[in-house]
């Protein structure tokens, strides 16, 4: 009771105290300026360079500020809109996800039908919104599995070439209450037909169908570098089905833009959708010269971008290309419905790396959080393991769950447009925006996005960012966690199981095969001899014609080639895909390799001087950057002098180097001296020369960048290379590899 008297006195103490305390305003506190914040940057800089230290310039080539301020919204207007009107920035439906939330798209790549099946009904079951099914390379080409490459055959999905094919993919799927997602290729027709026809076996409406079933020709072109026909002939299926979907499945999409082949081939941002936009262009221009006009396209065209690593520039990128697409639609003449953009998105391919592959979920998870925050109508969220191996229950369990728990969990679905007013983010989209309709004029100029193709001009410039890309990790400018820095010395590679692909390939040859036995083949054969010769002037009549094929028991093969006939197609140099790690993928792999077969790896020697405190720094530094080759490093905790023996440290550091030679007295591989710019100067002319004796023909490096008027000393006295921020981490541990005997393909030497 005691205690309960004195607190309550304590209680109405502070509480007459707190009413005496004069109300606090921030009016009080003077705003500073910019250049006050900047002068406390400089002197925090301590004579460094503000405009050097404080600004970052992007592949894009966009200079970012290192701070952002109301003052540079000031100019833009674009901002001044809301979801679903006008330009489309802040979305373009105005319920954003709280009206309908994204779909959840996760692929499917089992190899055969009926894998691929229970796949996508497991899929649908645990949360996923649209029956995403991802085609093996012979089917998106055109080929039965028994005329295609062997390799093409479920390589990288399903196997697909008869309707009973398609009714065991399709086998409990309900499609009229989720999505369809398929990429045929260049040509759709056999596969939609199929579709088409399983839908009217299972009775489905097919105006309730619903999703993508979708050709991309350019870009097959500009992935495959050839066509096996005139794209004009592509054109003509495309105008075909969309033609045929206007009529009968409205809701369905029939064309995508798919910008993989760029992303993957290590293009910038802006280069990605200024090439989008010019293939979406292409396609448009080509449909109204089919009599599809531009709101019907629309109606029926979806884009596909990948979302990279940069954060911020991810969302930017989303939001202005509504803004462009918007603009470009509208200037062709298309109305407000058709100035919505249909868009979906993946997670980065070219970002994720074998190395360090549960890394990977985090990339995802950042990736997918750009796409919400930029805003899409749907996504795909590559599993951790993509790049490695065919998914399985976990990874594509954990990939799924990233956008259930963003929808469900994280509360993403609101507000709209999250970022819309950021004083970073509106300045950003201006800029990207602005680079990207010059990008897109640029390629219109020189005849559209196919000329730019024909010429090289597309390739050149994606090549261009790819190798400053593979420069600046090489450098370590740019940095990949696991893989050149931060590395897992102790990591093994994801076991990669064993597909048994020529158990399918027989199984699938069998099932044609059949196939061939139980149709009537000389019905078939004057079937698809009607079909090359037909009149396709009508559009959408190809589907029924199509359909009418496979019914007879044609496969969708067969159905291409007679589509091909004899015709010359197209032929351009192929973007080919990369992954920004793939060259320290490499080299790491040719190190486990040798070591595997040799026992032998290369070996590296600290020498440090001095105490831990004066040398720890950079031998962590050299220790890391050495690793990354998964090389062997000697670690100590350094040389010191004893008692009035000066120099004696010197004497320490080559004896422990001598005792590193085996019973051959083959020495290590190369040393490294660490220790400050400071002691330097008396270290290395007295050590290096030394170490270079035992060493041989053994590389000496020097921990950390020389100055210039020390350089010539420090390599007089025998110092080989310099390891320090600036240096190419990818080259030296290559040479290091090459002088050990590894072998370096020309290849990787160019």
């Not at 490695?388 to 799924?400: E, G, N, T």
């Not at 093969?557 to 197209?570: D, F, Q, V």
């Not at 990354?628 to 008692?643: A, Y």
Request: proline fraction near 4%; glycine fraction near 6%.
């Amino acid at each position: 009771m005691e205690q309960d008297k004195n607190l309550t006195a304590e209680i109405q103490q502070e509480e007459t105290l707190v009413g005496t305390i004069p109300p606090v305003t921030f009016d009080e506190f003077t705003p500073p300026s910019y250049e006050e914040w900047k002068q406390e940057v400089v002197t925090a800089l301590k004579g460094g360079s503000f405009e050097k230290s404080m600004f970052t310039k992007t592949y894009e080539g966009i200079t970012l500020n290192p701070i952002y301020r109301l003052e540079d919204q000031e100019k833009i207007t674009h901002n001044k809109t809301y979801p679903g009107m006008e330009s489309n920035l802040r979305g373009a439906n105005a319920g954003g996800y709280i009206h309908k939330v994204w779909t959840i798209a996760q692929e499917c790549d089992g190899k055969t039908p009926a894998e691929a099946n229970e796949m996508v009904k497991y899929e649908l079951l645990k949360g996923t919104t649209a029956a995403s099914v991802v085609l093996d390379t012979a089917t998106r080409k055109g080929y039965d599995p028994d005329k295609a490459e062997v390799k093409d055959v479920a390589d990288i999905g399903v196997s697909l070439a008869t309707v009973a094919d398609v009714e065991k993919l399709l086998d409990g799927v309900d499609l009229e209450k989720f999505e369809i997602d398929i990429y045929a290729g260049a040509s759709n027709i056999a596969l939609l037909a199929a579709v088409i026809t399983v839908c009217e076996k299972k009775g489905l409406a097919l105006e309730k169908l619903h999703g993508a079933i979708t050709v991309d020709p350019i870009g097959e072109l500009a992935l495959d570098g050839e066509l096996v026909r005139p794209l004009d002939e592509y054109y003509d299926e495309m105008a075909h089905s969309i033609a045929w979907a206007e009529k009968n499945a409205p809701q369905l999409k029939t064309v995508v833009v798919n910008t993989d082949v760029y992303h993957n081939g290590g293009a910038n941002d802006i280069q990605e959708v200024a090439y989008a936009m010019n293939a979406a262009v292409t396609y448009m221009r080509a449909m109204e010269r089919r009599g599809i006009d531009v709101n019907t396209f629309c109606r029926h065209l979806r884009f596909h971008f990948s979302i990279g690593a940069n954060f911020f520039m991810e969302i930017a990128k989303l939001r202005s290309l509504k803004m462009v697409w918007a603009q470009i639609v509208k200037n062709c003449g298309g109305d407000e419905e058709a100035q919505k953009i249909n868009l979906y998105v993946s997670t980065s391919t070219f970002c994720q790396t074998k190395y360090d592959p549960y890394v990977n979920l985090l990339r995802a998870a950042t990736q997918s959080f750009s796409a919400v925050v930029g805003g899409m109508d749907g996504m795909y969220v590559k599993p951790f393991d993509h790049c490695i191996r065919p998914s399985d229950v976990f990874s594509r369990r954990i990939a799924r769950n990233i956008q259930i728990m963003e929808q469900h969990e994280f509360n993403f679905i609101q507000p709209i447009d999250p970022s819309g007013g950021s004083w970073y983010i509106e300045p950003l989209t201006e800029e990207f925006t602005e680079k990207t309709w010059a990008k897109f004029q640029e390629i219109e100029s020189h005849g559209g996005l196919l000329a730019a193709l024909e010429s090289g001009k597309v390739q050149a410039a994606v090549k261009a960012i790819l190798e400053e890309r593979f420069k600046n990790l090489a450098t370590r400018k740019d940095r990949a966690v696991g893989n050149n820095m931060y590395p897992n010395m102790t990591e093994e590679l994801l076991e990669v199981p064993e597909v048994d692909f020529a158990g399918i390939l027989k199984a699938r040859k069998t099932d044609l095969e059949v196939n061939v036995k139980v149709r009537d083949n000389a019905y078939v054969e004057a079937v698809l001899s009607d079909l090359g010769k037909r009149d396709a002037s009508e559009l959408g009549s190809l589907i029924a014609d199509a359909e009418k094929a496979l019914l007879a028991g044609a496969t969708m093969g067969e159905i291409s080639a007679a589509l091909t006939g004899s015709a010359n197609g197209e032929k351009v140099e192929a973007i080919a895909p990369h992954r920004w790690t793939e060259r320290y993928e490499e080299l790491r792999m040719r190190t486990e390799n040798f070591v595997d077969k040799t026992g032998a790896n290369v070996k590296i020697f600290l020498a440090n001087m001095g105490p831990i405190p004066q040398h720890k720094a950079r031998a962590d530094f050299s220790t890391s950057f050495l690793q990354v080759g998964e090389f062997s490093v000697h670690l100590n905790n350094g040389f010191q002098d004893d008692e009035d023996k000066p120099g004696s440290r010197w004497d320490k550091c080559v004896e422990a180097l001598k005792a590193g030679c085996d019973d051959k007295g083959t020495p290590y591989d190369c040393a490294v001296i660490c220790s400050t710019d400071a002691t330097y100067p008396e270290d290395v002319p007295a050590l290096a020369p030394r170490l270079k004796e035992v060493l041989g023909k053994g590389t000496l490096f020097l921990a950390g960048a020389a100055p210039k008027d020390m350089e010539a000393v420090y390599r007089e006295a025998g110092i080989d290379e310099f390891i320090s921020v600036k240096a190419n981490c990818y080259d030296i541990l290559r040479m290091l590899q090459q002088k050990k005997g590894m072998r370096i393909t020309e290849e990787e030497v160019k």
